[in-house]
């Protein structure tokens, strides 16, 4: 499974090269969901490439009073942490400590922490972790529209139209898409509606042991690490893919994607993982936007006939 993944969020570059445009009528629209409740997950170097584009200048004060209320948040946090913290302690410190101070000590300081380490992230310039999807993350996604190839933001997680919203929750892991199982859970969209997510690199969990070439101790409990594959020499990896527009009751609207993962080369099984995503050859990239249900042969061929570039690994945070 592809547990994460690093986009390529300067979005120009794959624009320029494969003659895209941006949809940013549905990035507005993203961005604009995302300032009313906070719940819309991007990636800060996609902010950070939207805001170094002029053309982009209508989410400019999405982006930036997005950026304003999550410091704003986290600078009430921490105010409200230490000020729990400060409390526990004062009746810790006391003739009769309690564990519920106790208790308001750990958790107020693990709160602190990480609320301090979120502000240090927004205050700093986007680096690659900043790239850096996971499930429910939104990500530039190419497909084609009306003959034209278009960027639209998906979020990653696929929730086939028809389903039902808790589909997400009955069915976690459907951010992925098995190769062997295209025709079966996937029907409704292989052959249908296909996209290509620019990555360049990957992250799995795998177990420790495996990953570090060996065997369980005697006793040893199985543990996991997380590694990053990254292809070597480093290239941009046009991510087969499958998406779907689902529709509410109400009206709601949600684009959303599933990287498509099959066996893995040599490296990546040596590393100690059974997965991996499938990136199409630039030629193929047209007849993969625009299948044709009717001659899934064709599609099948594609993802046969993909690129196939050496993995290498690294221990990951």
């Known amino acids: 499974m592809c547990y994460s993944a690093q ?24 961005y604009w969901l995302r300032q009313q409740d906070g719940k819309a997950k991007v990636p800060r170097a996609l902010d950070a490439a939207f805001l170094g584009d002029p053309a982009a200048s209508e989410l400019h004060p999405l982006i930036h009073a997005h950026a304003a209320a999550e410091a704003t948040r986290l600078e009430q946090e921490l105010f409200a942490q230490r000020t729990r913290l400060a409390k526990a302690e004062r009746v810790l410190a006391g003739d009769k400590p309690t564990k519920k101070a106790a208790d308001d000590r750990r958790i107020a300081t693990s709160k602190i922490t990480r609320a301090q380490l979120r502000l240090a992230e927004l205050r700093r310039a986007p680096g690659d972790d900043d790239a850096r999807i996971y499930p429910g993350y939104y990500a530039p996604v190419m497909v084609a529209e009306r003959g034209q190839r278009v960027i639209k933001p998906m979020r990653y997680q696929c929730r086939p ?37 620019v990555l360049t690199a990957f992250h799995e969990h795998v177990p420790r042991h495996a990953a570090e070439g060996r065997s369980l101790d005697p006793g040893e409990k199985e543990s996991s690490v997380v590694l990053e594959f990254r292809p ?83 221990m990951a945070a």
Request: aromatic content about 12%.
């Open 161 to 197: 139209c028809g389903k039902p919203a808790d589909y997400d929750r009955k069915y976690p892991g459907t951010y992925n898409a098995r190769r062997d199982n295209l025709e079966g859970f996937w029907k409704g969209q292989f052959g249908r509606t296909h996209g290509v997510a």
């Open 232 to 314: 070597d020499p480093p290239q941009d990896m046009l991510v087969a893919c499958l998406w779907s527009r689902w529709t509410g009751p109400d009206g709601e609207e949600l684009l959303s994607f599933a990287a498509i993962t099959d066996d893995p080369p040599p490296e990546v099984a040596a590393a100690g993982h059974d997965r991996c995503v499938i990136p199409i050859k630039p030629e193929h990239l047209q007849a993969w936007l625009s299948p044709d249900p009717a001659n899934l042969a064709a599609q099948y061929a594609i993802l046969d006939d993909r690129e196939r570039p050496y993995y290498a690994h690294r």
């Open 7 to 30: 986009i390529r969020a300067d979005y120009a570059k794959f624009v320029r090269r494969h003659g895209a445009t941006v949809d940013l009528q549905d990035f507005f629209h993203l």
